[in-house]
């Protein structure tokens, strides 16, 4: 698909362009044109009446098991059903034209890896994927019932989604390698992202601290963009493409 190219700064172009370590970081919004809701986004149909915060821990999770399991066999649902779009394919040709480039997600939908992005950390976890609670077992299936919350075959232990909720631990490998990443890069891309969950959201500052060029792409401002070199509000889906093309078109 061609996109007329938007007037983007030559500097920015010329930094793109001569770029070996270029790391981007990407929330919620970069999925929204998918059709996926923000984490922020209200939630929908019987979900609505809870907020995800209220959903997404372990607090939740202990207090009422099966609401928390249906919670995300709906959102499984709701991702099968969905493909990356033009804002996924930019990222993933860009790690085509950048020696050094990492993709660190807050997504849990897996779409960057869909879209084709092969170094990507998944901050968060990864809504398709399912280990027990306990001896942490990844389970590919399991005996769906509309009783209870299905158990692990190794321990017996309940099933739950592995992803990171509030108040957990961040996996400790990708963690490491997105915070070298970020202190090593000379563009940091912040896209789609609200900036207000840590630690990712310090993860621009730590490069910008560092001397990177730090570019937002954002439907709105956030925490971040007063310190910010480069500055795109609007879809990330549209601007992504255009600047791709731009640099490398
Ligand atoms: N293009 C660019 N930005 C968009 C788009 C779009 N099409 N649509 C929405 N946005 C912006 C919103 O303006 C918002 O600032 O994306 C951001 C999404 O922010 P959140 O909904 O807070 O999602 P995110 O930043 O990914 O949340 C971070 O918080 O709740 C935890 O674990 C959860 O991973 C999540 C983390």
Known sequence: MWHPPLAFPVELVSLLRGASNLVALTGAGVSQESGLRTFRDAQAGLWAQYRPE??????????????????????????????????????????THIPGFTLITQN????????????????????????CADCYTFAETWEDDTESVPKCRECGG????????????????????????????EVFFSIGTSGVVQPAASLAFAAHNRGAAVIEINAEPTPLTPKADYVFHG??????PRLVEAAWG
């Open 54 to 95: 209220d959903l997404a821990s372990p607090e939740a999770f202990r207090r009422d098991p099966k609401l928390v399991w249906d919670w995300y066999a709906w959102r499984r649902e709701a991702v099968k059903g969905v493909r990356p779009n033009p804002g996924h394919y930019a990222l993933a040709e860009m790690e």
């Open 108 to 131: 849990v939908d897996g779409l960057h890896r869909m879209a084709g992005n092969q170094n990507v950390l998944e901050l968060h976890g990864n809504i398709q994927r399912v280990r």
């Open 235 to 240: 879809k990330s889906g549209e601007i992504l």
């Open 158 to 185: 309940l099933l739950r989604p592995d992803v990171v909720w509030f108040g957990e631990a961040l996996p400790r490998v990708q963690l490491e390698a997105a915070v070298e990443a970020a202190r090593s890069c």
